[in-house]
């Protein structure tokens, strides 16, 4: 057979084709040569570059292979430093990227390479890039530059035809498991394609010989070569990965990856006694972690009673579906929640089926509410001490409420907490339980981690990188008269006005009262409806048409908020507490879609709620409190297809003047705004132009 003889399409996706077996596998089965420029040299990239090429080696065929270093800030300093030759340098940076990680899938593949490399069947070069200045490029750079991220294959059969294939692949375990992936194919033996196949060839050709613009390619490193060759087993047999090729097996290719960072959170977990609270920016895989954390407990071989309780029951179904794609093998799940009439006696029979050892395990997804209500305690009464029985608690912060503390069972012997921000404001007693219950935090990953990090999967940041915005209003006549009148109550109780008023809030209820009636008036200011019409003018003068955005505010403001939009013709739906759970779902599918314009929020969104597709904030409301507005701004950051930034306006509020009386007051009352703007401001693209901004206010 030649490549002639094979049924191809013009184009595959992964959305609609199986790649490995409909092309990948076919194609490498009557190769001779390949060819291949494949993004980043790292573990996950190499083994992907290899999948199906059982074929080719089957063929006595051979490979070249076309990489990067993935070179961070420090190397690239490091070389700037030395005034070294980068490729002099290459050796130890490969070094770091070649991990034997636990995923089987790469540990075969890389295998595979280096069986190749010692039987001469593959040579790999090293390609550095190098800017217009003339300095060698940074992975972000690359990335950002588009250089590399067209993938190029080139296949030969033994009658000479050649199939090229290109398009902007994701050379990434991700990628191929969880993304999609498209591609466009050239054949040589069909003239309209030809041309395609020899400018994919003249490039190839190009960057191996070294004589490409901007790029030097050098050989690979011999003590690189020798390490590939040095970890295959001595046992190791090359057939062994015809078991990654059958279609059977889609389940083994689609389990989830766990990162670095969270495979070291639940390691903490695990030292900690199996108790602990998680701290991770929303969207850097809380989720999975906890996922991750039950799925090596269930190895325990035991008897399991798992409860994953959540503020919202539209989040529900957020759980379970991850669930699904991480593949946790669970016998049962429940879904407990006010919605489903069926919970309890379904929940009753399960566990009876689990106590009398027809079932290995049993996990229900429940509200907070619904975990701690009576007909749930009943049930729960009934779990043995044989059985190990684990709760993750997601917004863990919720749970801290006076009646959820009061009812919460004793029975979970394993105990994890997970939020973005776990603590809660003004609410020691609340704290001190979550601290006793479910333990101290033993993790954390910050914001900014998330958004300066690299994703050692996706090349790319575990969040979208942010720009900030602020915008001043000001107090009407009136909203400043009450304002003042308010702060100067407020001075009469506290003791001395050069304190930090915060710290006495916990114990004087009168005062606590007087600055949330005070910080009211900030949340409904009436100017700030002109302020969000500033915004959305300033928004449609940059990107064209408003899409994709969440607008947080009051309940006082929310109906004039959607009444300025409507005036401009916007799409809105208010995301409210009043939608059902299927309204829920639907309206956020709508949005995803762009149907939907923008969401007016209050406090629904702000918890645990995945709204990848969000890129832009509008905060008309927000208090002091981290929580609230870590959790906000978490809404849009989200990595997303087409998303490459993501824009935060921010509406700072003002009294138009402050009377004398009350002024050292307000210095004081004012720091916690402003330390909110810092730490938004803090990890955001444009850090410097916003402090400037703000010290000006």
């Not at 050379?171 to 498209?182: A, I, K, P, S």
């Not at 970890?231 to 097996?249: A, G, H, M, R």
Request: proline share 2%; charged share 30%; with cysteine.
């Amino acid at each position: 057979m030649s490549f002639k003889d094979l049924i191809l399409k013009r184009t595959y996706s992964s959305e609609v084709d199986d790649i490995l077996n409909d092309f990948y596998i076919p194609v490498l089965k009557e190769s001779i040569s390949y060819f291949r420029i494949s993004g980043f040299f790292t573990s996950e990239s190499l083994s992907i570059a290899a999948r199906g090429i059982l074929g080719l080696i089957k063929n006595e065929g051979k490979m070249k292979l076309i990489v990067s270093p993935r070179l961070t800030f420090e190397d690239v300093e490091t070389i700037k430093e030395a005034n070294q030759d980068p490729s002099k340098y290459i050796n130890s940076i490969l070094e770091k990227n070649i991990e034997l990680l636990e995923n089987e899938f790469v540990r075969d593949h890389l295998f595979a390479l280096g069986w190749m490399i010692a039987n001469n069947k593959l040579e790999i070069k090293i390609a550095l890039l190098y800017s217009l200045e003339g300095n060698v490029m940074l992975s972000e750079e690359i990335i950002d530059s588009g250089l590399f991220h067209q993938k190029i294959g080139i296949f030969t059969d033994k009658e000479g035809n050649i199939i090229s294939f290109s398009g902007s692949i994701n050379e990434t375990l991700l990628g191929w498991q969880r993304n999609v992936e498209e591609f466009k194919i050239f054949r040589s033996w069909i003239d309209v394609e030809n041309e395609y196949v020899k400018e994919d060839l003249k490039k190839f050709e190009k960057y191996w010989s070294n004589n490409a613009t901007n790029l030097k390619v050098i050989e690979i490193p011999e003590a690189i070569k020798q390490k590939l060759v040095k970890i295959v087993p001595k046992d190791f047999d090359i057939n062994s990965l015809e078991k990654w090729y059958k279609k059977d097996n889609d389940n083994k290719l689609k389990k989830i990856t766990l990162f670095e960072h969270q495979n070291e959170a639940i390691n903490r977990w695990k030292s900690n006694n199996f108790k602990g609270i998680i701290s991770m920016a929303t969207g850097t895989g809380k989720t999975y972690t906890a996922i991750g954390a039950i799925d090596r407990i269930l190895k325990n071989n035991q008897k399991h009673f798992i409860v994953i309780s959540v503020p919202y029951s539209h989040l529900i179904e957020q759980w379970n579906n991850s669930i699904k794609k991480f593949g946790l093998n669970v016998n049962f799940i429940v879904k407990c929640f006010s919605e489903n009439s069926k919970w309890h006696s379904d929940l009753k029979r399960y566990v009876r089926k689990l106590l009398l050892g027809q079932i290995k395990n049993l996990l229900i997804i429940s509200t907070h509410d619904t975990l701690v209500s009576n007909k749930m305690k009943d049930i729960l009464l009934n779990i043995k001490t044989d059985i190990e029985t684990i709760l993750v608690a997601d917004e863990v912060h919720s749970i801290g409420s006076l009646k959820r503390r009061e009812n919460l069972s004793n029975i979970f012997r394993y105990r994890l907490g997970l939020s973005a921000t776990p603590k809660r404001m003004y609410d020691d007693f609340g704290n001190s339980f979550l601290k006793e219950y479910f333990g101290e935090i033993v993790y954390e990953f910050s914001l900014c981690d998330a958004i300066y990090k690299i994703n050692p999967l996706t090349y790319n940041t575990f969040l979208t990188p942010y720009y900030y915005y602020p915008y001043l209003c000001i107090l009407t006549e009136n909203e400043t008269k009450k304002y003042n009148y308010l702060t100067l109550k407020i001075l009469n109780l506290v003791k001395n006005s050069s304190e930090n008023i915060f710290d006495e809030i916990d114990t004087d209820e009168k005062l606590k009262m007087l600055l949330i009636k005070r910080s009211k008036i900030i949340k409904a200011a009436k100017n700030k409806i002109k302020v969000l019409e500033d915004i959305i003018s300033d928004i449609e003068k940059n990107n064209g048409e408003i899409s994709h955005t969440i607008i947080f505010t009051d309940d006082k403001l929310i109906n004039e908020t959607i009444d300025l939009l409507k005036s401009k013709n916007i799409y809105a739906v208010k995301f409210t507490q009043e939608l059902s759970n299927k309204q829920r779902i639907d309206v956020l599918e709508n949005f995803g879609k762009g149907i939907i314009q923008v969401l007016v929020a209050m406090k629904i969104l702000d918890e645990g709620v995945d709204v990848p597709e969000s890129k832009i904030a509008i905060i008309m409301s927000s208090s002091t409190n981290p929580r609230e507005f870590i959790q906000r701004i978490g809404r849009i950051l989200r990595i997303s297809e087409n998303k490459k930034y993501s824009y935060i306006y921010d509406i700072i509020t003002k009294p138009k003047y402050i009377e004398d009386a009350v002024l050292n007051l307000e210095d004081s009352l004012f720091k916690a705004e402003k330390e909110r703007v810092k730490i938004i401001a803090k990890c955001a693209l444009n850090y410097k132009e916003v402090m400037d901004k703000v010290n000006e206010i």
